[in-house]
């Protein structure tokens, strides 16, 4: 099991310094079928935490399936450092779907970070795994202003490079903030997210992710491989 518990943000920091040459940011699949979600929650001052998986159809976004482990980890919260405190469990999670998705979305940012190791981007070369961010609010970078109408998007740059685009996904509602993890480009992250856009705010993928970890962290989901009730997606 990867671990990261006994790691100093010293240690951390070449780590993604390391990991960051192997980012890959050219798009593997354009022939999507399958998308996965992936969260974490936990309770306040606890080191155990909760991580999920949900697989949908894309771009039809209905369940077909979700994974859910409970783990444990030491590794504070830190910004810039978030995927030394999640990736070990999200990790599990993944490895516990017996068929892997096409893509999978993370709350969080993929290359919009100071060393382009966000939590997406930190998983997709661990797992060589086509990722992409999706974070609810900024951490590196800078973009315009953008519209208040649905699906309009402002670019997100540093220092002339292009990162990844802020995307209004509601009317009048604050943007999300997408970016590539790995082996996906800027623009197909984009495409592909907005596809995943229905009536929130935040994105099936990782909103679903949420939900599932949510319930699974009060006691109303059991850990293990699930298959999703089709009658339950007749009302998402």
């Known amino acids: 099991m990867l671990n990261y518990n006994n790691i100093s943000i010293a240690e951390a920091t070449a780590l993604q310094n390391e990991l960051r040459y192997k980012l890959v940011l050219q798009t593997y699949n354009k022939n999507i079928t399958t998308i996965a979600g992936g969260d974490i929650s936990h309770n306040k001052d606890t080191d155990i935490v909760y991580a999920g998986v949900v697989v949908l159809s894309y771009p039809q976004m209905v369940?077909?399936?979700?994974?859910?482990v409970v783990a444990k980890t030491s590794f504070p919260y830190v910004p810039q450092y978030l995927g030394f405190r999640e990736v070990p469990a999200l990790m599990l999670a993944w490895n516990q779907l017996p068929v892997k998705p096409d893509l999978l979305v993370l709350d969080g940012q993929g290359i919009t970070h100071p060393r382009r190791m966000g939590i997406a981007s930190h998983f997709g070369v661990l797992a060589d795994v086509t990722t992409i961010g999706c974070a609810k609010n900024m951490l590196f970078g800078k973009y315009d202003p953008l519209g208040l109408e649905k699906f309009n998007t402002s670019e997100i740059y540093n220092s002339g490079e292009l990162l990844g685009y802020a995307?209004?996904?509601?009317?009048?509602?604050?943007?999300?903030?997408?970016?590539?993890?790995h082996k996906i480009t800027v623009e197909d992250s984009l495409d592909v997210m907005k596809h995943c856009v229905l009536k929130h705010r935040i994105p099936e993928p990782t909103r679903l992710a949420h939900e599932k970890v949510n319930l699974f962290r009060v006691g109303k989901l059991q850990s293990g491989y699930h298959m999703a009730d089709i009658q339950t997606n007749l009302f998402l």
Not at 63 to 68: A, E, I, N, R, V
Not at 167 to 181: E, F, N, Q
Request: hydrophobic share 30%; proline share 10%.
């Open 63 to 68: 369940l077909q399936s979700y994974s859910l």
């Open 167 to 181: 995307l209004r996904t509601k009317t009048g509602v604050k943007p999300v903030y997408i970016s590539p993890g």
